[in-house]
């Protein structure tokens, strides 16, 4: 399976360019395919077309780094896209323990940072599952409890939706960040269970995946309009979990001293009273 996540995301990088995107003469006539041509991508890389068209078919063994780098550049792939082809084609081992594969538990310790702290919380599994939240995060979304999905939330729950400025601008990002995070793990048959559900269920989300776009999780912006609060401006951090390289601590914090930290505190109050 990781040899085809390599090919799949080699043809849909291939699919995006186009010939003067990279240099090369758009020519005449109409081209067969919607973006290069696997010789194309071969003679920028430096590879013989033969040994590309094995690596998008999975029948090109492991590449060497400098393949790796080469492919990379033909691309035009940036640095965060440039290390998750790296990822893609780097050997892993295969002696976990399949008996441990179905179980998340989140430490003691950070479920009771979660009830803890008085900021919206939540702390997410391998496959984008809630595995814990305070009441903070529910007053945010009501999807943000333990058991519901992210992704299913997201693209399938019409009040998630709503709750967004830019909905399509941060759905896109969300999956990029998806496949960044999942890395080979989006061969799973978990994890594969649920992208096809969501594919077959949401265009949006089988678009937006099919393009393989990637991109680093960092602080960003969750720009919201809240049924109650109005609309909020929140940064939204998602903190390693130590010892849990599958789970992620997320929070939301608004900027001290801002309009925005004022509806917060006062939505979070409500919910007290």
């Known amino acids: 399976m990781a040899e085809d996540l390599l090919a799949g995301y080699l043809r849909a990088r291939r699919g995006q360019l186009r010939p003067g ?3 090369l003469p758009e020519g005449t006539g109409r ?4 973006g290069l041509r696997r010789e194309e991508v071969a003679l920028l890389a430096g590879i013989s077309a033969d040994y590309y068209l094995r ?4 029948r090109g063994g492991t590449p060497s780094l400098q393949v790796i780098r080469s492919l990379a550049r033909a691309l035009r792939l940036d640095d965060a896209a440039t290390a ?3 990822s893609l084609a780097t050997p892993v081992a295969t002696d976990a323990d399949p008996a441990t594969q179905g179980r998340e538990r989140v430490p003691s310790s950070v479920e009771n940072l979660v009830r803890l702290l008085p900021l919206p919380a939540f702390v997410t599994g391998r496959n984008f599952d809630v595995l814990t939240a305070n009441r903070s995060a529910f007053q945010i979304s009501p999807e943000l409890v333990t058991g519901k999905n992210r992704l ?6 019409d009040s998630e939706r709503d709750l967004y400025r830019d909905w399509q601008k941060t759905a896109r990002r969300f999956v990029a960040v998806v496949r960044d995070t999942v890395g080979r793990g989006a061969a799973r048959p978990d994890f594969l269970a649920l992208v096809a559900e969501l594919s077959e269920r949401s265009e949006s989300f089988r678009q937006l995946w099919e393009r393989h776009d990637v991109v680093t999780r960092d ?4 720009l919201l309009r809240h049924p109650v609060a109005g609309p909020l401006q929140l940064h939204l951090e998602r903190l390693s979990v130590a010892g849990m390289p599958e789970q992620g601590l997320v929070i939301y914090h608004p900027t001290a001293g801002s309009e925005d930290a004022r509806r917060l505190t006062r939505l979070l109050d409500s919910a007290d009273r």
Not at 31 to 34: F, G, L, S
Not at 152 to 157: C, K, N, T, Y
Not at 219 to 222: F, V
């Open 219 to 222: 602080t960003e912006l969750a």
């Open 55 to 58: 690596l998008e078919q999975g």
């Open 21 to 23: 995107d990279v240099g």
């Open 31 to 34: 081209r067969r395919v919607a």
């Open 152 to 157: 299913r939330s997201f693209f399938l729950v």
């Open 84 to 86: 998750y082809l790296t």
